[in-house]
């Protein structure tokens, strides 16, 4: 949906992140879209579509010299930082949401779109689902948990700046984002196919890491093309924006039957649960040069393990000893009608690494 007020060439994007799950999904919807788009990463985009920026967010005054050329009608921010302890990631990731606000102060910014998670509603990493966990499907109206959490502050930083410069706002928690990116610390979908191409390398089974509630239960994920998409409905629809909203594909699924499709496109033996958890990080032990020789011989475009693959993200998504899944009325109702097949999603993926040479192509 558009606003009736605008058409998409009086807008333009700043893409904060761009080149991450989120924001490179973010970059091309808006681009096919016809947006004016801007990406502020670390990371060059390899694209003449969009102009890149680069800054450190955690200096204002590196930000406003930076952004000194760019005006934004619309901020889509998709980026964190991994800190040590939750204080850290509070102080290092709710800074630098509140540095670029403050660097686009008196900039034309009409609405700012935050991504968080679930573990708004989880907790963090080092209070993950500990003590009593809001009934599922989780809904956009539980209280926060008594749990220091980052995506909180961000939430605060937002609404303050927003009272403040005169934008709209919304919050889109997303869980467990599979897409297309490299060197992101929470990529689940080339973590997999990165195990299973090594377990195809070794002649070993694709083995489920996780735990027996996560095999067993109900879940859910988000595709972040469908992340992109509704990030920017929220952003240009009419009477839906300073509101927090859930973001998943729509479908559940159990990972006892996701496991064997998963493995089935790599040509793999599929394992389940038995017993225990079996963590990536134990079974990929060691694997850094197994993983150069496979890139070497296929010629792939990472040779580095480390780049590919976030054993312990997904340990930690596939270990969970609660069910996880998420309601989405709230956006139905508001008029968000997309929707994704999550093992579509997968395979789809699989082969734009394939295409890419980020994985091995089929043999």
Not at 3 to 31: C, N, P, Q, Y
Request: glycine content about 8%; some cysteine.
């Amino acid at each position: 949906m558009r606003s009736s007020s605008e058409t998409v060439d009086t807008r333009t994007a700043l893409v904060v992140g761009a080149s991450g799950i989120a924001g490179s999904a973010l970059v091309d919807r808006l681009v096919e879209e016809g947006w004016d788009v801007v990406g502020l990463s670390r990371n060059p985009l390899r694209r003449r579509d969009v102009r890149h920026v680069s800054a450190d967010l955690t200096s204002v005054e590196n930000l406003r010299q930076a952004l000194a050329g760019v005006s934004p009608t619309h901020v889509f921010y998709t980026a964190w930082s991994r800190r040590k302890t939750e204080q850290e990631n509070i102080d290092t990731n709710a800074g630098m949401l509140r540095n670029v606000l403050a660097s686009l102060n008196g900039k034309p910014v009409k609405h700012v779109a935050l991504m968080t998670g679930l573990k708004h509603y989880l907790g963090p990493f080092e209070a993950y689902a500990a003590g009593e966990m809001p009934d599922t499907p989780f809904r956009e109206s539980e209280p926060r948990l008594p749990t220091p959490n980052f995506y909180y502050a961000q939430e605060d930083e937002l609404w303050a700046a927003a009272a403040t410069q005169g934008f709209g706002w919304s919050v889109h928690r997303a869980h467990t984002v599979i897409g297309h990116a490299v060197g992101n610390a929470m990529n689940m979908g080339l973590t997999l196919a990165v195990q299973a191409a090594i377990c195809k390398e070794l002649g070993q089974p694709f083995i489920f890491p996780g735990s027996e509630t996560q095999w067993n239960s109900l879940t859910d994920m988000t595709d972040s093309g469908l992340l992109a998409d509704h990030m920017i409905w929220a952003a240009t629809a009419d009477n839906v924006g300073d509101q927090a909203y859930n973001i998943v594909n729509g479908d559940v699924f159990r990972w006892r039957r996701m496991w064997p499709a998963l493995a089935g496109y790599f040509g793999v033996e599929p394992v389940g649960y038995s017993n225990e958890p079996r963590p990536l990080e134990q079974q990929m032990r060691g694997m850094e040069g197994v993983w150069s020789a496979i890139a070497a011989r296929h010629g792939l475009a990472e040779p580095d393990l480390a780049q590919v693959a976030s054993w312990w993200h997904t340990d930690g998504d596939l270990g969970r000893n609660l069910e996880v899944v998420t309601d989405m009325s709230k956006s139905r109702l508001a008029g968000f009608t997309g929707y994704r097949r999550t093992e579509d999603a997968f395979l789809q993926l699989f082969d734009r690494y394939r295409a890419d040479g980020l994985i091995p192509a089929a043999s």
